[in-house]
């Protein structure tokens, strides 16, 4: 199994990490600023609903759940753009440790 570039392995988990604060933040957003900022929100409806109790009830649930499968998608293509093959890890993990 050929070494990675430490070079190549830096920008990988650079672009990764860079994503993952996008959804944190992404995620602080929806979970505590709207609570945060309740009360001016009331006044906005969404789907007849007061804003900050559609998201509340429904528009986090649903936000998590779409950040869910972007970080999926988008850590496919990441891996993709490394050169990070799923069926030759899978492959090299179905081995024991002794044939490595």
Request: overall charge positive.
């Amino acid at each position: 199994m050929k070494k990675i570039d430490k070079k190549v392995a830096d920008a990988y988990f650079r672009e990764k990490n860079r994503y993952m604060v996008i959804y944190f933040t992404i995620w602080f957003l929806v979970s505590y600023v709207v609570v945060a900022f309740a009360d001016s929100l009331t006044e906005i409806q969404f789907l007849g609903f007061p804003f900050h109790y559609f998201m509340g009830a429904l528009g986090a649930l649903f936000t998590f759940i779409v950040l869910l499968f972007v970080n999926a998608i988008v850590g496919d293509k990441i891996d993709k753009k490394y050169g990070i093959d799923d069926a030759r890890n899978k492959e090299i993990g179905a081995k024991n440790m002794i044939e490595h």
